[in-house]
């Protein structure tokens, strides 16, 4: 559920943007970052988790406003799952299970960034499978989650990535909005977002 203040008539929706490492999470949220910030929104942030874990969020204010209340979007990447090879930290599975719980929380909608390049699908479709996972132990279904998909790198060679009638397949059974995207240039970005947007807000007047 988004966070509701009563006193400011504001309401917080809150999207994350999940995917394997390097698949584009920090490119589209630097996208994002970029073209909202005439609205009033804040720099991009470090949260710490833990000590050696965190993420990157912002916020920003939204020019519409749901009959007379204000919308504020907390825009984050999920955290990663990789060890800090500087102090020699490993990070375990479970510690990563244990913050993709703890962040569903946390969230109203999920923008799935799928990095379409050939040796990673069965990587993405494992990291599908985690939230489903991680959700099915919280008592919710995937159905549950508001999920959008970026079929991302779409600039790269044709031999390089797969189709995206396979990607449909293979991945998005679940017939989600999706959208072909190139987080480097922004290209297609908005609409992904836009429809995340449309759907958190449709959820939140129907309850
Ligand atoms: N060609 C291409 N490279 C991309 C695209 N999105 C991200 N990258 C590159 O992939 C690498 C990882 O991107 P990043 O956003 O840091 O991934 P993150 O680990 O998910 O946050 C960087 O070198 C990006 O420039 C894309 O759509 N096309
Ligand atoms: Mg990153």
Request: with cysteine; hydrophobic share 35%.
């Amino acid at each position: 559920m988004p966070i509701i203040n009563q006193n400011s008539k504001q309401v917080c929706f809150r999207i994350m943007y999940y995917g394997l490492p390097l698949s584009g999470r920090t490119s589209s949220l630097e996208i994002i970052h970029k073209k909202v910030s005439n609205y009033v929104c804040k720099e991009l942030t470090h949260e710490i988790i833990t000590k050696h874990r965190d993420y990157l969020y912002f916020e920003f204010i939204s020019p519409n406003k749901i009959n007379d209340i204000t919308i504020k979007y907390r825009l984050f990447v999920s955290p990663s799952f990789h060890s800090c090879f500087a102090c020699g930290h490993h990070m375990t599975l479970d510690d990563h299970i244990s913050d993709i719980d703890a962040i569903l929380d946390r969230v109203d909608g999920i923008i799935f960034i799928v990095d379409s390049q050939k040796p990673t699908l069965e990587d993405n479709i494992g990291a599908l499978n985690l939230l489903k996972d991680v959700s099915h132990k919280k008592g919710l279904s995937i159905e549950d989650l508001l999920l959008v998909i970026q079929w991302n790198k779409r600039d790269l060679e044709d031999e390089s990535i797969v189709d995206v009638e396979k990607l449909e397949r293979e991945i998005n059974y679940l017939s989600v909005p999706s959208y072909e995207t190139t987080a480097v240039t922004g290209e297609g970005m908005i609409p992904a977002f836009k429809k995340c947007m449309e759907l958190m807000e449709d959820r939140f007047i129907d309850c």
